[in-house]
């Protein structure tokens, strides 16, 4: 079993940054992905970025690009996401999960096996 805990989250003022950080710990494993999800209030979640594990390949959601910037540290098992330019829009709770298989794409929530918590990110305008 795997555990995730997320952490950077807060208040940041429009045109702001964030850097949030996901950690995972526990069992031993060797996982193909992480990637961040987000859902705001009312919302279904989405897809915000993901990057394997060599780092070799990232991904990111149209509406995120040119904006946040996805990376990892294995030494660490950590995910990190740099979020800059940051819009009221992306007010949400900020998830993490680990995908072990990668048979998909990695921009389904189904496709991850393990979530944290999640870490709740609040642009003001």
């Known amino acids: 079993q795997v555990q995730l805990v997320e952490s950077g989250g807060g208040l940041a003022q429009a045109g702001g940054s964030l850097r949030l950080s996901c950690t995972a710990s526990?069992?031993?494993?060797?996982?193909?992905?992480m990637g961040w999800f987000r859902q705001a209030a009312g919302k279904e979640r989405e897809f915000v970025a993901s990057?394997?594990?060599?780092?070799?390949?990232?991904a990111y959601a149209e509406f995120v690009k040119g904006r946040f910037t996805v990376s990892r540290d294995n030494a660490k098992n950590t995910m990190y996401l740099q979020m800059s330019s940051l819009k009221p829009e992306d007010t949400a709770v900020y998830y993490c999960?680990?995908?072990?298989?990668?048979?998909?794409?990695?921009?389904?929530?189904?496709?991850?096996?393990?979530w944290g918590q999640g870490t709740q990110v609040t642009v003001s305008s």
């Open positions: 999960g680990v995908d072990f298989r990668g048979y998909g794409l990695g921009r389904r929530g189904d496709e991850y096996d393990n």
């Open positions: 526990g069992s031993t494993f060797s996982f193909y992905r």
């Open positions: 990057i394997t594990r060599s780092g070799s390949t990232t």
